[in-house]
T-cell receptor, first 115, second 114 residues
Framework: GAGVSQSPRYKVAKRGQDVALRCDPI?????LFWYQQALGQGPEFLTY????????KSGLPSDRFFAERPEGSVSTLKIQRTQQEDSAVYLC?????????????FGSGTRLTVV | AQSVTQPDIHITVSEGASLELRCNYS??????LFWYVQSPGQGLQLLLK??????LVQGIKGFEAEFKRSQSSFNLRKPSVHWSDAAEYFC????????????FGTGTRLQVTL
């Protein structure tokens, strides 16, 4: 597609509920990143995929967070047993790391509210 | 670990006035440097980026930024601000040579008065 698409745009979850957030990157972009942006803060790195391989998951805050990209295209960020501190905007970005062009393109994000 | 500092949390300027948003980074080598803008409820839009070469970088919407190695800074400037520039601005860095994660500053919220 023309841009990075994320769904849903908004999600309200009851504490303890599992959620799944979807990211559809730009076609052909091999790199995919997930970021968490708390209110009033800058985005913070969660995890990184190159094609289907998860090369860096150092930013995932707990084992309740899990990400996958099984076919090297669409990615899903799953949060199990959501807690209030998980409330944030979750941003997805994709890039095509050829040469020196860091063409990161961000989606509009999913705003997760845990009540 | 690399870090990014944006010392100004909130800046207010009058429409038509000039703007400078500060960004300092801490990293052993020269990282890739970026400025992004985020309007309410929107994702991040790239304004400009610096990889190497000319230290004065031109971006979209009339923005420019200057890389100063001696000061580890990458300040964003605009000669004349428009009301539509009101938004949150983020400076970010990435490691050189690889497709790597971005480390963001905490952002500067720009308010434009008419």
């Amino acid at each position: 597609g023309a841009g990075v698409s994320q769904s849903p745009r908004y999600k309200v979850a009851k504490r303890g509920q599992d959620v799944a957030l979807r990211c559809d990157p730009i076609s052909g972009h091999v790199s995919l990143f997930w970021y968490q942006q708390a209110l009033g803060q800058g985005p913070e790195f969660l995890t990184y995929f190159q094609n289907e391989a998860q090369l860096d998951k150092s930013g995932l805050p707990s084992d309740r967070f899990f990400a996958e990209r099984p076919e090297g295209s669409v990615s899903t960020l799953k949060i199990q047993r959501t807690q209030q501190e998980d409330s944030a905007v979750y941003l997805c970005a994709s890039s095509h790391p050829t040469g020196s062009d860091y063409g990161y393109t961000f989606g509009s994000g999913t705003r997760l509210t845990v009540v | 670990a690399q870090s990014v500092t944006q010392p100004d949390i909130h800046i207010t300027v009058s429409e038509g006035a000039s703007l400078e948003l500060r960004c300092n980074y801490s990293y052993g080598a020269t990282p890739y440097l970026f400025w992004y803008v985020q309007s309410p409820g929107q994702g991040l839009q790239l304004l400009l980026k610096y990889f190497s070469g000319d230290t004065l970088v031109q971006g979209i919407k009339g923005f420019e930024a200057e890389f100063k190695r001696s000061q580890s800074s990458f300040n964003l400037r605009k000669p004349s601000v428009h009301w539509s520039d009101a938004a949150e601005y983020f400076c970010a860095v990435a490691l050189t040579g690889t497709a790597s994660k971005l480390t963001f500053g905490t952002g500067t919220r720009l308010q434009v008065t008419l």
